[in-house]
């Protein structure tokens, strides 16, 4: 779009929708031009739209259509690969405001929620009903459904019970021309035509705007939660207890890792004594019930004393294990308190946990920079977190260094570049890596066959993605 356009795109977008849904202001722009993804570009869009309902959404993405202006669909921002970042010129369309759940369905055990819906307070509104929604990213308390969806977001509790994908029966999305397809099914089963839920899930916004979801639950009763915490002295050793667990053919319901660098930033930011001089903590959680729940927990607790883990113990009382667990939800904006955060999101096979922990501790020393670990080790998820402090930009080039390497390790291990927070912006040379011709030439397919004039997130999700203009 030329600049001359733009007044024209905004007058048809505020004539469309209703009054105090349109942001122009400069602040506004830049509040909502970028993720949580600090190191990934980003451009003001020409406006927001803070959509109420799905006819502010189809209204949106109508007149986007007739100017020719990319749309860049939003939840709450907390990706962390540039996925939500604006491009210039684009409406950024938010979902932030679609907060209702408009059906807790007890006995089929399915929700119908709004895209805006925050993942914790679905989580709250179903334990009321006795139900669960078990994907629970670290950002459960601030991240959408609508962006979970869209990400395919994993959790914590994912090693054992599956990520966002799993529980997606259904939705309503409204496509680039701005027709509404609504998808899936509410019934256990079904397999009627492509698998175009499945299509839309982790698309990044590239393929439709989600504005509600129909997700599948779970009983909530019937678990009992018991924690089995261990200090490592290495960051190998600890990933050679994670492989020992899943060798055992044990599927925890979470198992988490943290080094000493992240327990260090949530220790002085929340005031909190923590044990000093292990290199790295694991926590593992086993939910079955009663006896087989015990014995699940002394099996992990001698796999983990087996590894070289230390100060093993069962049973933790309930608020230091919730304490330890919140200091891993914590650890993320704890280390950002420290300076720009690159993140890293590999997936290596989880024999491969060893190795690839062994690998980032030398890419560390080798690229000069500071790299601190948490992961949800079960999956072999790994988030090496490549800190710069804040003006140094030689610091930064080396850790955009430390971010390459780190990729083209795990794919030597047999690894995928993104495990869960999606390819956006920056794992795009990571996927051209990793995706062959063919299926970088049906993903072009798809995408010119559903948007195609490529305005819906431009540049996103998988390279040679069209860019507007
Ligand atoms: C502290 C912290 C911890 C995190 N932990 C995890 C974790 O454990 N697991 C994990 O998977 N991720 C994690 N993340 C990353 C992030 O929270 C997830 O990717 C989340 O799913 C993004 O949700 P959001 O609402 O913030 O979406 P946004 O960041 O706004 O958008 C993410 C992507 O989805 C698209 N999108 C958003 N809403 C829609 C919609 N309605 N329709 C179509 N497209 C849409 C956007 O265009 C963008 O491509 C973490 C982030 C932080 C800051």
């Known amino acids: 779009m030329t600049r001359t356009e733009l007044p024209a795109l905004v007058a048809a977008l505020q004539t469309a929708l209703p009054d105090g849904t349109v ?6 722009l830049d509040r909502y031009a970028h993720d949580d993804a600090e190191w990934a570009d980003w451009a003001p869009p020409a406006a927001v739209v803070l959509a109420t309902g799905l006819d502010d959404v189809v209204a949106t993405v109508r007149a986007a259509a007739e100017h020719g202006a990319p749309v860049v669909p939003r939840g709450a921002g907390t990706g962390l690969s540039g996925g939500a970042n604006a491009v210039a010129g684009a409406v950024v369309l938010s979902l932030e405001r679609m907060t209702r759940i408009r059906e807790v369905n007890v006995d089929e055990r399915y929700a119908v929620v709004e895209a805006g819906v925050l993942n914790d307070d679905l989580r709250r509104h179903v334990a009321a009903h006795g139900l669960w929604y078990p994907p629970d990213p670290a950002s459960q308390a601030i991240s959408t459904i609508g962006g979970n969806v869209a990400t395919n977001a994993g959790g914590l509790c994912c090693v054992k019970y599956g990520v966002t994908r799993d529980y997606v029966l259904g939705m309503t999305v409204v496509l680039a021309d701005g027709s509404v397809a609504r998808l899936g099914r509410t019934t256990a089963k079904g397999v009627t035509g492509y698998d175009l839920t499945g299509l839309m899930v982790g698309s990044e916004g590239t393929l439709g705007v989600v504005v509600d979801v129909t997700l599948k639950l779970r009983p909530l009763a019937g678990r009992e939660d018991r924690a089995v915490v261990g200090w490592f002295g290495s960051l190998p050793d600890a990933g050679n207890a994670v492989a020992a667990v899943s060798a055992a053919g044990i599927v925890p319901a979470a198992l988490e890792l943290i080094d000493s660098t992240c327990l260090r930033a949530v220790a002085d930011w929340q005031g909190w004594t923590l044990p000093e001089g292990a290199a790295a903590l694991l926590l593992a959680k086993v939910d079955e019930p009663g006896a087989a729940g015990e014995a699940l927990a002394d099996r992990v607790a001698a796999l983990f004393e087996g590894a070289g883990g230390t100060h093993v113990e069962r049973a933790f009382t309930p608020d230091e294990t919730d304490r330890l667990f919140l200091a891993r939800r914590l650890a993320y904006p704890a280390l950002e308190r420290l300076g720009p955060v690159l993140t890293e999101d590999v997936c290596v096979p989880r024999g491969a946990v060893p190795a690839m922990l062994g690998r980032i501790e030398s890419i ?99 390279p040679g993605a069209p860019l507007p203009g």
């Open 364 to 462: 560390a020393r080798e690229a000069d920079v500071v790299i601190a670990n948490i992961a949800h080790a079960g999956d072999g998820n790994l988030h090496p977190l490549i800190i710069a402090p804040e003006g140094d930009d030689a610091a930064k080039a080396r850790a955009k260094v430390a971010f390459d390497r780190i990729v083209d390790e795990c794919r030597a291990l047999g690894g995928t570049v993104t495990g869960e927070h999606g390819v956006g912006l920056l794992k795009l040379p990571g996927a051209a890596a990793e995706l062959s011709p063919v299926v970088l030439a049906m993903h072009r397919a798809v995408k010119d066959a559903l948007d195609p004039h490529g305005l819906l997130n431009p540049g996103k999700a998988f």
């Open 23 to 28: 942001l122009t202001d400069g602040p506004d």
